[in-house]
């Protein structure tokens, strides 16, 4: 059971801050101080009949703020098979289905998390979700559990760890109970049975629309993890190419599904029989804190630098209809990559010499000469040496000339 408390004051209130814990006082309904306003005490009609079932009954609309609380961990929201929500105006109870406010209002509420929190064993497919017997297809069950996954590191993306080192303590109930369906390593916050659509999240800020929530437009561009009074700097959490590698929101896009697919991946692991991405042992989902992972890919590696001659915006807006992400972001924060000079028609003849639209992840970190490592079809990670023969994430990219990136020999590529 886990008990959280949300303490709101008005803007005049002299009290800004909680003195001694031993003056909180917590009341079945409603925590206000005496000049709170328009309240419970006043808008609450003591002589309105009461139906059946008996329903409070409140003047005027009464709203369901603060019904999902955005200070709340994922785990808080989605371990907990039923929720009490002290809100604005009213009492809340929200269970796996549906949500039922004190005024008697009622909503479907079907969150992210339900395959996940809901046990192997569920059958997904029925209304009853808890004490089904009959489960789904192992293949079908996974790809749930995993839209799930994605959707909750949305969630939990955009928060903000006082110690940025819990990343992964703070997911680690979640991530173990997803494990148990999946069935497979957990490495630095992606699971190895997803493993290459994992490695393709994006910065919310560079290719979502919308906000955090209702009343926070808008996506903070990602950094990378700040130090804090409990971790100085520098501050190393996950490897480059993991979502916990910058602080921010970021998001795997579940349209892109298909884009995904195994028939559309163009690298493999290194290790084989059976297949592994990594030799490293000290990943796992109740392992708290994993700075460090090398993955062994073998694929083609290769280099390009920022196009000087031509403006991705003019590309986008004359030259090209349709792009798979939001064209005015792609105008924003896209890059137009060309082949490096004199390596440029190296085997593949008359050809473009546009190649590749790519974002990096933190724009302060944006250089002129880059390597991709394509990892499906039409998309793949940017990288930069990171020394010994080893690279590291700047960011991804989308592939404008197939032809010229199927040219070359296969390599072995270390990402840390």
Known sequence: ??????????????????????????????????????????????????????????????????????????????????????????????????????????????????????????????????????????PVRRERVLSDWYVLLREY???????????????????????????????????????????????????????????????????????TFLAPAPVRRAPSWSWAAVQGPTVHISRLRPRYSADKMVVRPKQTNPDRWTTHQGCDANVLYMPWCELQVIGCLKALQVMRSRDVSHYLNEEKRWTTYDKYKMIKYGVLLEPIAGEAQAGVGQVESLVAIVVFDVADEAVSVVCCLRLFEDEGLMLVQAGDGKYARAGWFTVENREWFEQGEEVEVALV
Not at 180 to 203: F, M, N, P, V
Request: aromatic share 10%; proline share 7%.
């Open 157 to 227: 993306t955009w928060r903000e760890l006082s110690n940025p080192h819990d990343i992964f303590a703070a997911l680690s109930g979640i991530a173990q109970l997803t494990g148990q369906t999946l069935e497979s390593r957990y490495l630095a916050g992606i699971w190895e049975a997803d493993l290459l659509r994992g490695l393709l999240w994006k910065s919310c800020h560079q290719t979502q629309s919308g906000g955090i929530s209702w009343k926070r437009l808008g996506w903070p561009p990602v950094t990378r993890p700040r130090p």
């Open 1 to 138: 059971m886990w008990l959280r408390g949300y303490f709101y004051y008005s803007r005049k209130s002299p009290h800004r801050r909680v003195r001694e814990e031993s003056r909180i006082w917590l009341s079945c309904g409603r925590l206000y101080e005496d000049n709170v306003g328009q309240g419970v005490a006043t808008s609450l009609n003591l002589f309105a009949a009461l139906g059946t079932p008996a329903a409070l009954r409140f003047q005027g609309r009464m709203s369901t703020r603060n019904r999902n609380p955005e200070d709340a961990l994922p785990m808080e929201l989605h371990l907990s098979r039923r929720f009490l929500v002290y809100g604005e105006e009213q009492l809340m109870f929200r269970c796996r289905e549906r949500l039922l406010a004190e005024d008697g209002g009622a909503h479907e509420d079907h969150s992210a998390g339900v395959a996940i929190t809901a046990g192997p064993s569920a059958d997904l497919r029925s209304p009853q979700l808890f004490g089904a017997k009959t489960p789904e297809p192992p």
